[in-house]
């Protein structure tokens, strides 16, 4: 014996009721992601980034070649040529982990006041080495606080071993 | 075969297509990207690419085959095949989730998810209290949950995390993109297993509750594959603690909580949309179904941050609240959907009854509306009842009415006599009725018949 259509009726209603509750979620999803992401922020602006090197964080300079790839244990920074991003522009500069963290960063600031160019990695908290993964540093355009824009970016692994 | 399950059959097979060429894609993106896959995955994949061997050599001897038998040759074709390909499939796994901490670590990591997820699957195939699911199917639905749904997943979701990392400005826009990322793609591979068992497995895939518990099975399947993941990729960088709480976290804390409710609400839309009677509405149910399992998939991933977790003790309180704040509503809703198709099973076994009862007499009639609270969930088939081998008897009836309900009238349904059949004759001349989904399809026995399933004299 199948039930009755009257007694599905609760069921379907329910159901219907999940997803119009999923599209309240989806819009509130998609009202966080304009306030972060607005329209229309694009200047066409572009930093840039010289390369990722190895850093000595005791000397607090670089060396060597730029590179893609490094050791857990080897401390990396990028550097940026601030110059070549417009005067009057508020710029900061960041490295995500691979969890997404930031790991690093300078600024913000206005462009033509940033004087350090080698932008290291810090080290997590209590941790000795470098997290493994791919690490992702970007250089931002920031108005009214917050990051609008990204000007450049440069994806580097850390190796697992 | 009439066109409508021809119609089913033919999706079924197109959506099998489809899956299939993807996941040939993604085992030749897997054989390019991972350099350490090809040496051991072929040695690992010897005995995959054997049971291909096997699968065609029965294949052809099929067609050798007087078309009566042929169906048994290919049935085990299809199922070498199948082994095959699932075995292949967890080659790929096991490497691709398991590479950062090594091969003991994540064999202590299954072992440790297993008593767990074997819970979780205990207690979701006792949620259908009125025909529970044959335990082969509940298990092809967590399989495909740990082997296909993560296969089917890798690629996309890390194509898609490429796109928006190079696009997007890095923060909460990006969080959220990659949350819609994972809940869209993580909940289609989960939910077409229902899908497909709703297509072509119409015989155990009834209601709501089939729904859930199928979804349900694909969740934890999933939950456990995924769970062996983080804890061998948390081993390798912060070490053994770090992998015992995210097993605490996945394995008991979110156990029916993440995974297994988000695919559950995809498995309730499709059982709802399998008792409704228009295309449209079953169109709409499965689509809300599925909406609801992206969205609550979605808001977990792109919310979390919004309940950080202090230091110290204190840190274990928030953990706990956190799920409860955030996964807790939609595991509600998925109870909430459960206990309405229950008692609508429950309904239908009463009115079922009910016609029973007016068919064979007055005196029981009166009885059966005490089933209406419910209570007939309640039922157990006692040992005469089922096995048909006790003799003709007066003993308990095996409809323990109303246990917890109180009622007058089931109270009087509790204490009525009754009687049993013996193996191959039944004396008593009552009809025999036999429990099936949705209600009780009655039988007159059959002069010295058996007693098939579950049966229960009214």
Known sequence: MTPRSDEILPLYRAIKLVGALAIVIFVAGALEFVSFEPPGQTTGTVARIQGVYAYNPDSRSVSGEPAGHFSRGQPFAAVVDWTSIPAGTQVAARWFDSFGEVVGQAGPGNAEAMTENAVPVALPQGLTQNIPGTY???????????????????LVEVERT | MNLRRTGRYQLALLLAGVLFLVLVASSALDYLSLDQIPNRGALLGLPAVALI??????????FQQAPTVRRRYELWAGTLFALALLLWLLVLDVFVFTQ????????????????????????VHRLDREEKEPWRLVLVAT?????????????????FQDWAINALVPGPGLDATNAFSAGLFEE?????????LYLVMRDQFHDVVDGIVYGAAVGLGFNFMESIGYMTYLDSLFGPTAAGFQWYHRQVLDLFFGHATYTALVGAGIGIARQLPGRRQQVLAIACGWL???????AWDAWLTFFPLGTGAITLIQVHLRVLAMNGPFTAVVLVLLLMGRRIEGRNLVRQL???????????SRSWPALGDGSAHDWRPGPAATSGSAGCSEHRSPWPWGAGTGSAASRTARRMPSRTCAAGSCSCGQPVVRVSRGGL???LRPPGGQAQGRTADS
């Not at chain 2, 699968?55 to 099929?62: C, F, S």
């Not at chain 2, 399989?143 to 194509?159: D, R, Y």
């Not at chain 2, 609801?292 to 979605?298: L, P, Q």
């Not at chain 2, 016609?355 to 005196?363: D, I, Y």
């Open chain 1, 136 to 154: 992702l540093f970007v250089v931002e355009r920031i108005s009214h606080g917050q990051p609008v824009e990204v000007l450049a970016r440069r």
């Open chain 2, 53 to 62: 061997g096997g699968a065609t050599w029965v294949g052809l001897r099929a």
């Open chain 2, 100 to 123: 950062q901490a090594g091969p003991k670590v994540a064999a202590l990591s299954a072992l440790a998810c297993l008593p767990p997820t074997a819970f979780g699957l205990w207690v």
């Open chain 2, 143 to 159: 399989a495909w949950g740990a082997i296909m749904a993560t296969s089917l997943v890798i690629w996309a979701e890390s194509l």
């Open chain 2, 188 to 196: 289609l591979a989960k939910g077409v297993a229902v899908l497909l």
């Open chain 2, 292 to 298: 609801g399992a992206i969205a609550a998939h979605f």
């Open chain 2, 354 to 364: 009910g016609l029973e009862a007016a068919r064979s007499g007055p005196r029981r």
């Open chain 2, 441 to 443: 399809d009655s039988h």
